[in-house]
């Protein structure tokens, strides 16, 4: 079956801090990754994906790679503001418009 | 405003009682989902929904119906509530053939 694993969280940073939350999958075929954001209090918002091998997703400072040889879609960010606190998604799916595997999520925390 | 619209927000239910959370989206999108979400667990799919008419069940379907008598609308309804039920349900929705999802607001229920 298919399946995403996260690193466990709470993930706490200061303010400018290099973010990087390691997300890695198996899947039957071949899957399009993606990372969601929820804000607290809301539902989860499309952060960035890519569909193939070695495509980068990107958005708001945030970036993933898709690493076939890894089976990976680590999320990192240069520089974390206060902003950025919110729970992360990674997820999976195998076709477009196909259902999203989630991972267990990971609690971000940015003090200033 | 385009997008999802749950309701309630929140919820006390009583074990025991029927309950039925609404979802409508404006967006016209042919494909419905519900998750919980549960600490720890991420998101996991209850039933989902390809198109007006059709319904099928997710990772966890038991104790939950749903259905969907036209494309905007798809409701969930839990005939007999247990306080394992208590989580915070989200609906979302896509269009087939592209990637991403739209999710609502959430609703919190608590089963007592």
């Known amino acids: 079956g298919n399946s995403v694993t996260q690193m466990e969280g709470p993930v706490t940073l200061s303010e400018e801090a290099f973010l990087t939350i390691n997300c890695t999958y198996t899947?039957?075929?071949?899957?399009?990754l993606f990372w969601y954001v929820q804000y607290p209090g809301e539902g989860l918002q499309l952060l960035l994906k890519?569909?193939?091998?070695?495509d980068k997703g990107s958005n708001k400072g945030f970036e993933a790679t898709y690493r076939k040889e890894t089976t990976s879609f680590h999320l990192e960010k240069g520089s974390v503001q206060v902003s950025d606190s919110a729970v992360y998604f990674c997820a999976l799916a195998l076709n477009a418009g196909n259902m999203l595997t989630f991972g267990g999520g990971t609690r971000l925390m940015v003090k200033p | 405003i385009a997008g999802i619209t749950q309701a309630p927000t929140s919820q006390i239910l009583a074990a025991g009682r029927r309950m039925t959370l609404r979802c409508t989206q404006d967006m016209r999108h042919n494909a419905m989902y519900w998750y919980r979400q549960d600490l720890g667990l991420g998101l996991r799919l209850i039933h989902y929904s390809n198109t007006a008419g059709t319904t099928g069940k997710g990772e966890v379907p038991d104790g939950y119906s749903v259905s969907r008598a036209n494309t905007d609308d798809f409701p969930l309804t839990l005939a007999s509530a247990v306080p394992s039920q208590t989580s915070v349900y989200f609906c979302a929705s896509s269009v087939t053939g592209s990637y991403g999802y739209t999710f609502g607001s959430g609703t919190r229920l608590t089963v007592v």
């Open positions: 890519a569909t193939k091998a070695d």
């Open positions: 899947a039957t075929g071949y899957p399009s």
